[in-house]
């Protein structure tokens, strides 16, 4: 079973590993973006991070729907709402159980990653990072390490594809021949989520 413990460690090691790579997913922002996706991520999850702390949520939902309301207001890109309402709705579909099962948080989170989906309209293959979460969301009844593997195959896979939403669309052709940024900062979450569980 997993615990609020268990979503706090997850969010403080999702924080730590954007922190560290904070640089990489900035250069990645830069050919097909505005270089800010690792300052934009770097700001909002120390912001998690700090928030946790203060109000530390006894149950996960708690954990995860503060964390997501605290992504939206402190990141203004489009990252901020995208991951906030990964977040703050995989949170809702946990209610307010004092631990959840795997099983019951792989359903949450897919209800995260489809409004995701709902709010910025992107599917799988338009270079944006629900090409990472998908992958990790339906290798999730697996193990945490299988689905870590699945979004980082999933950023790896969106190199050779043109952006279809977000500001590298407007690039049309150009965005081709570079990983996403979301992308890869999505596989990071998902490494975190191996890393919290021990695996
Ligand atoms: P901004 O584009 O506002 O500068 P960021 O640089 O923080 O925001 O985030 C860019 C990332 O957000 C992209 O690499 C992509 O993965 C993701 N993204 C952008 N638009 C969408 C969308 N409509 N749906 C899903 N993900 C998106
Ligand atoms: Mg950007």
Do not use: C
């Not at 954990?63 to 906030?84: D, K, N």
């Not at 307010?96 to 995701?116: I, Y």
């Amino acid at each position: 079973m997993l615990d609020a413990d268990f979503f706090r460690r997850w969010m403080a090691a999702t924080a730590v590993s954007v922190d560290r790579e904070a640089e990489r997913l900035t250069a990645l922002d830069s050919p097909i973006g505005d270089a800010d996706h690792g300052s934009n991520l770097r700001r909002g999850f120390t912001a998690v991070t700090a928030t946790l702390e203060k109000e530390a949520p006894d149950t996960p939902g708690g954990v995860l729907t503060l964390a997501g309301r605290q992504l939206i207001s402190t990141v203004g890109g489009a990252s901020g709402p995208l991951y906030g309402t990964l977040l703050r709705r995989t949170g809702k579909a946990l209610g307010d159980a004092a631990e959840v099962s795997g099983e019951e948080f792989a359903s949450a989170l897919r209800t995260g990653v489809q409004a995701v989906m709902t709010l910025g309209g992107a599917v799988p293959g338009d270079k944006t990072m629900i090409d990472a979460l998908v992958p990790a969301v339906d290798a999730l009844d697996d193990s945490f390490a299988a689905a870590r593997a699945a979004a980082e195959q999933g950023a790896l896979a969106t190199t050779p594809l043109q952006a279809r939403k977000g500001r590298a669309s407007y690039l049309g052709e150009r965005s081709i021949g570079h990983q996403d940024p979301g992308a890869t900062s999505s596989a990071l979450l998902i490494a975190a989520l191996a890393e919290a569980g021990g695996e």
